[in-house]
């Protein structure tokens, strides 16, 4: 098992910027491949950027690209999402997830955090 919690939502204005870090434990976070997704209400979970289990690829929703940046920390077991220039269609609840291989889809996906709330205001 991999437990994943999410921290760093809030509310921003437009142009903004959040870091949101996604804290791991369990099994040997290096491991895994590690996803963000995002559901806005009445919405369907979509992909915002994965990074692989080293670190040295990185995949982004073409939404997100050139404004947010996917890191990780392995010694730290942690996974950043840097948050730049935001828009008010960023608003949702971004989730963490881990699979040993990684994927842009999220049934791929084993371990879920709870999710963190950011809101984007006009």
């Known amino acids: 098992q991999v437990q994943l919690v999410e921290s760093g939502g809030g509310l921003v204005q437009a142009g903004g910027s959040l870091r949101l870090s996604c804290a791991a434990s369990?099994?040997?976070?290096?491991?895994?491949?590690m996803g963000w997704f995002r559901q806005a209400p009445g919405k369907e979970r979509e992909f915002v950027a994965a990074?692989?289990?080293?670190?040295?690829?990185?995949y982004y929703a073409d939404s997100v690209k050139g404004r947010f940046t996917i890191s990780r920390d392995n010694a730290k077991n942690t996974v950043y999402l840097q948050m730049n220039s935001l828009k008010p269609e960023d608003t949702a609840v971004y989730y963490c997830?881990?699979?040993?291989?990684?994927?842009?889809?999220?049934?791929?996906?084993?371990?879920w955090g709870q999710g963190t709330q950011v809101t984007v205001s006009s």
């Open positions: 997830a881990a699979d040993p291989r990684g994927s842009v889809y999220s049934s791929k996906y084993d371990y």
């Open positions: 369990g099994r040997t976070f290096s491991n895994y491949a």
């Open positions: 990074i692989n289990r080293g670190g040295g690829s990185q």
